[in-house]
């Protein structure tokens, strides 16, 4: 129980909360069938615009009746009827005054409680089971109950059973407590000695462009989220940050002035001041990223008005 205790105390400060945004998405999920016809608006008499395979990744940003509009693969946009999408992530915000209590498995009698969300976090749900969602944060997981957390889209998540429900196993590296950021800033004037390991960063990046968007995931190769992207790459070349956007910003190396930015630093974006992703910068003002489910791997600009707004920008090298 003494190490429930100081979990409790710390997890919260592991995450990170932000106010959802269109542009990013509500949901995503997977084509559910052979081959679908995705259409211009919301009916059967609208044009059919391009058919999709079934597994085919795609972000879900609002419904309509029984269809829902897409974003695709190609950045197209698009509507389906809902039937023919499997919906395996939404992105959730809570609705409680207070804490909302965060448990290692769906019962208030059998879950240990190991952590809080407060009014406005956003949470990523995956399903439902009986009356509480699992839920994950960058790392972070466990069950909340469903009456605090509020999503129109959360109707279409899949429902598990209890009996299929496994107790969730905390890690001491999800909970370890974030410092105050450094407030050191780098003069315009300043070089950096890190550019060649900067280089060289940038170029290890590269090397996984493509690659899928697992959230929770680390691996460079089958799938990782944002933060997960940036740990691995760093870890290959002796530098550890921590695991989650918003420890990373908390906890690692010194902040950069965006006029300032240099090849290997690490930018951080989000709403309202409170971290949810980061890039990595790779020089002509593009960073490289695990950006979402439906592109994985890719580079953007690192300051588009489509994007979440820009919070900071750390140097670890």
């Known amino acids: 129980m003494r190490l429930q205790k100081i979990l409790l105390g710390t997890v919260m400060m592991a995450m990170t909360a932000i106010i959802p945004s269109l542009a990013y998405g509500q949901a995503y999920g997977t084509v559910a069938t052979g081959t679908l016809n995705v259409r211009e608006g919301a009916s059967t008499d609208s044009r059919i615009l391009q058919q999709v395979g079934v597994g085919v990744p795609v972000e879900i940003v609002a419904e309509q009746n029984d269809w829902l509009k897409l974003i695709l693969k190609d950045d197209s946009r698009a509507y389906v009827k809902s039937e023919y999408i499997a919906v395996h992530r939404v992105v959730a915000t809570a609705e409680v005054n207070g804490g909302l209590n965060v448990r290692d498995y769906p019962s208030t009698e059998k879950g240990e409680i190991i952590g809080k969300f407060f009014q406005g976090d956003e949470i990523s749900v995956h399903y439902k089971v009986g009356d509480w969602y699992k839920i994950s944060q960058e790392g972070f997981e466990g069950f ?6 509020k999503e129109e889209m959360l109707k279409y998540l899949p ?3 209890l009996a299929d429900v496994k107790r969730v196993t905390v890690t001491q590296e999800q909970f370890n407590k974030p410092v105050k950021p450094q407030s050191r800033k780098v003069q315009n004037t300043s070089v950096s000695k890190s550019s060649g390991l900067g280089d060289s960063i940038v170029a290890y990046a590269k090397q996984f462009l493509g690659n899928p968007y697992v959230y929770g ?4 190769t089958n799938g990782t989220d944002c ?3 940036t740990q691995q790459i760093m870890r290959n070349f002796g ?3 921590q695991r989650s956007s918003g420890m990373q910003y908390a906890n690692s190396g010194y902040e950069i002035s965006s006029d300032n ?3 290997g630093d690490l930018l951080f974006y989000g709403y309202s001041g409170h971290v949810s992703h980061v890039a990595i910068y790779i020089g002509g003002g593009k960073i490289i990223h695990a950006n979402d489910e439906r592109t994985g791997i890719i580079i953007s600009n690192a300051f588009s008005s489509g994007s979440k707004p820009f919070i900071g920008a750390k140097r670890v090298l």
């Open 144 to 149: 909340v109950h469903k009456d605090f957390v």
């Open 227 to 229: 933060s997960g992207f």
């Open 217 to 220: 995931g680390s691996s460079l």
């Open 239 to 241: 530098i550890s940050i």
């Open 261 to 263: 930015l240099q090849k």
């Open 159 to 161: 429902t598990k059973a």
